[in-house]
């Protein structure tokens, strides 16, 4: 199964996992928080995020889900990154990591599109012409 780590600020990655857990009712094995610890150098940074990737690939490689690209903390993932091996998606949502817990047993490849596709899906403006009464129901 392909292993997930969240890179996000400080605990908004927990918090997600947290939601993800009330959602699904448990989470699943080899997912893991890596709070983003703005104390450390970009290289021990990388020597941590590179021991938790290791610890969570079980041969199906890992999938990173990342708060915002382009991010110190982001740049750093992005050198360990390996092609079908090591990927990152960022933007990560509630609803684009509920999408990935469900489809883990894709190819890695496969569960990047699912990854993709799940953050954009999941944003909706709810229409101003809805009627009132089904809400209250």
Do not use: W
């Not at 382009?70 to 999408?99: D, Q, Y």
Request: charged letters at 25%.
């Amino acid at each position: 199964m392909i292993g997930l780590l969240i890179l996000a600020q400080r605990d908004f990655g927990k918090g997600l996992l947290c939601s993800a857990e009330h959602v699904l009712g448990e989470l699943p094995p080899g997912v893991e928080a890596l709070p983003v610890d703005y104390e450390l150098s970009q290289d021990r940074l990388g020597e941590i995020m590179a021991e938790r990737l290791k610890g969570l690939d079980d041969g199906d490689g890992v999938l990173i889900l990342a708060d915002i690209y382009g991010a110190s903390h982001t740049n750093t993932a992005c050198r360990l990154l390996r092609k079908k091996r090591i990927e990152l998606v960022s933007g990560v949502n509630l609803p684009m990591l509920i999408r990935v817990l469900n489809y883990r047993g894709l190819s890695l490849e496969e569960l990047v599109a699912k990854a993709l596709s799940g953050g954009p899906e999941g944003i909706v403006s709810a229409p101003a012409t809805l009627d009132r009464t089904e809400i209250s129901r």
